[in-house]
Each structure stands twice: as structure tokens, then as C-alpha cells.
């Protein structure tokens, strides 16, 4: 049974910087593309970035180019979200997932999720 587990979130001021991590076990991943997608309150589930286990390949979403960072370590099966020059509309519930494809932007096709780390940014 896969398991995934968030940490990292937290209060940052606009222009501040946060990494997230992601904890994965349950199977043998090296086939697998790992994802974060973010959900703001009122909103829907939205993409932010996937990457390949290998971290050879990776796909953001237009919102974060250039500001975020997906990365993996084989070794430890995490993965992580770096996010640099934060902006208030930043601020979301980050969940890590996987079962998707690469290209993969719509929620509905991750079968397994964490429980979401909390990410507030102030003005």
C-alpha cells in the first residue's frame, strides 16, 4: 500500500522561500512519476509540478515556472518542492501524489495521495 507523507509547510512572508517534502513507501517507485498539486480554500485542486522518479524529466505549471523546483533522492524515496520568491496566491494545502503520467495535470488521475502540508504566505 503506497503511503505518502508531507512535511515542510509553514507561515512565510511574500518573497520568502519553503521546501517541501514528500516521504513515499508502500512500493518500488523507480517507475513511477511522483506530483504536487495544490488546493486554496474556495478553490479546486489545482497542478504544480511532475517529475520522473529518475528526476531526469520534469513538467510545472505556468503559475510556478521559474519560482518552484521539483527534485527526488532515490536513495531516501522523497521528494521535494522547492519554492522560492513566494506570493500570496501561493497559499494552499500542498499535497504530493502519484500514479499519474508525467504530462498528467488533472487530479483525477493521481490514484494515491498525502493527507497536505499547509503553506501560508502573508503580503
Known amino acids: 500500500q503506497v503511503q505518502l507523507v508531507e512535511s515542510g509547510g509553514g507561515l512565510v512572508q511574500a518573497g520568502g522561500s519553503l521546501r517541501l517534502s514528500c516521504a513515499a513507501s508502500?512500493?518500488?517507485?523507480?517507475?513511477?512519476?511522483m506530483g504536487w498539486f495544490r488546493q486554496a480554500p474556495g478553490k479546486e485542486r489545482e497542478f504544480v509540478a511532475t517529475?520522473?522518479?529518475?528526476?531526469?524529466?520534469?513538467n510545472y505549471a505556468d503559475s510556478v515556472k521559474g519560482r518552484f523546483t521539483i527534485s527526488t533522492d532515490n536513495a531516501k524515496n522523497l521528494v521535494y518542492l522547492q519554492m522560492n520568491n513566494l506570493k500570496p496566491e501561493d497559499t494552499a494545502v500542498y499535497y504530493c501524489?502519484?500514479?499519474?503520467?508525467?504530462?498528467?495535470?488533472?487530479?483525477?488521475?493521481?490514484?494515491?495521495w498525502g493527507q497536505g502540508t499547509q503553506v501560508t504566505v502573508s503580503s
Open positions: 501524489a502519484t500514479g499519474g503520467g508525467l504530462w498528467s495535470t488533472s487530479p483525477g488521475a493521481f490514484g494515491s
Open positions: 508502500g512500493r518500488t517507485f523507480s517507475s513511477y512519476v
Open positions: 517529475i520522473t522518479w529518475s528526476g531526469r524529466t520534469t
